[in-house]
């Protein structure tokens, strides 16, 4: 039997629904005037590991082998 104190359950409302949380990732490089993370050289770095496999990736780093 699931432990109802599991934190997954923690996550879903009174009607057993999923509710997610808010992400702290979720703004993006933007030359917006207010934005959190305004362009600027060097300011950022893509890690970006051999082993992942999905889709976004290798759409990734292709672009900046150049």
């Known amino acids: 039997m699931a432990d109802k104190d599991a934190p997954i359950y ?10 997610r949380q808010v992400a ?3 703004s993006t490089i933007s030359r917006s005037p207010g934005a959190d993370f305004p362009p600027a050289k060097d ?3 893509l ?5 992942c ?3 976004i ?7 900046s082998k150049a």
Do not use: E, I, M
């Not at 923690?10 to 509710?19: I, N, P, S």
């Not at 890690?47 to 082993?51: A, F, L, P, R």
């Not at 990736?57 to 672009?63: E, K, R, V």
């Open 47 to 51: 890690y970006v590991t051999y082993g």
């Open 43 to 45: 300011r950022y770095v």
């Open 53 to 55: 496999h999905g889709p």
């Open 24 to 26: 702290s990732f979720r």
């Open 10 to 19: 923690k996550q879903a409302g009174q009607d057993g629904r999923f509710r």
């Open 57 to 63: 990736a290798p759409t990734l780093y292709a672009p």
